[in-house]
């Protein structure tokens, strides 16, 4: 793939300090993959791997250059590739099972209405942390990081455990979210809604 050349070029830049060329590079990697996908290609799980780690570094060179929601959109971009990518497995599955023959008229069987969305992966509640990360630096992003760390962590906690250092990086990531969010709040609190109390002192006179 003549995008693998232009990532491992990026990759050369970022190596060096030349972040603006770097994104440039990213941005070109991106697109080839793009309309390779878009052009009917099949990328394969090589090009699905090089095109969503594309997006992530992308993501993570942006918001060095202190640009945290086009670093959201290129998280949220990894995210859609990845989904789309095991959203599509089981339906190549199915299709390749019902025209091999066999019983039952070779039809192919749809969802079952109702089901539960299939576990998070382990690469989706990464790029779901670092969507999170990116959320925070936007004015009304907080409220939907929560809610990213908040699964991801649901995620890895039924997968790995309580005490599995990816479950406890993700309960940080929450944690961090919460005092984010909370100082965000004292601050444009209005001026006095923190006074407190204060009983009358019988020096008053009261």
């Known amino acids: 793939l003549s995008s693998s050349s232009a990532a491992s070029d990026v990759y050369k830049r970022q190596g060096v300090?030349?972040?603006?060329?770097?994104?440039?590079?990213?941005?070109?990697?991106?697109a080839l993959l793009d309309k390779a996908s878009r052009s009917g290609a099949q990328l394969g799980a090589?090009?699905?791997?090089?095109?969503?780690?594309?997006?992530?570094?992308?993501?993570?060179?942006?918001?060095?250059?202190?640009?945290?929601?086009?670093?959201?959109?290129?998280?949220?971009?990894?995210?859609h590739v990845v989904e789309r990518a095991?959203?599509?497995?089981?339906?190549?599955?199915?299709?390749?099972?019902?025209?091999g023959g066999g019983g039952g008229g070779g039809t192919a069987r749809s969802p079952k209405p109702g089901l539960a969305p299939p576990p998070l992966s382990a690469e989706q509640c990464e790029?779901?942390?670092g969507l999170a990360d990116a959320l925070l630096g936007s004015a009304d992003g907080a409220?939907?990081?929560r809610q990213l760390a908040l699964d991801a962590l649901d995620a890895r906690t039924a997968q790995l455990g309580a005490r599995h250092p990816a479950t406890a990086a993700a309960a940080y990531e929450l944690s961090r979210i919460e005092r984010a969010r909370a100082a965000a709040a004292q601050r444009t609190a209005p001026a006095g809604a923190c006074l407190l109390y204060t009983s009358p002192s019988p020096?008053?006179?009261l």
């Open 17 to 30: 300090g030349e972040l603006q060329q770097g994104a440039i590079g990213y941005i070109r990697a991106i």
């Open 46 to 79: 090589r090009g699905t791997a090089l095109l969503v780690g594309c997006h992530r570094d992308f993501a993570v060179l942006l918001h060095e250059l202190g640009r945290p929601a086009d670093a959201a959109k290129q998280w949220s971009a990894a995210l």
């Open 86 to 99: 095991s959203a599509a497995a089981p339906r190549a599955a199915s299709s390749s099972s019902s025209s």
């Open 127 to 129: 790029l779901m942390l």
């Open 143 to 145: 409220c939907r990081a």
């Open 203 to 205: 020096r008053d006179g």
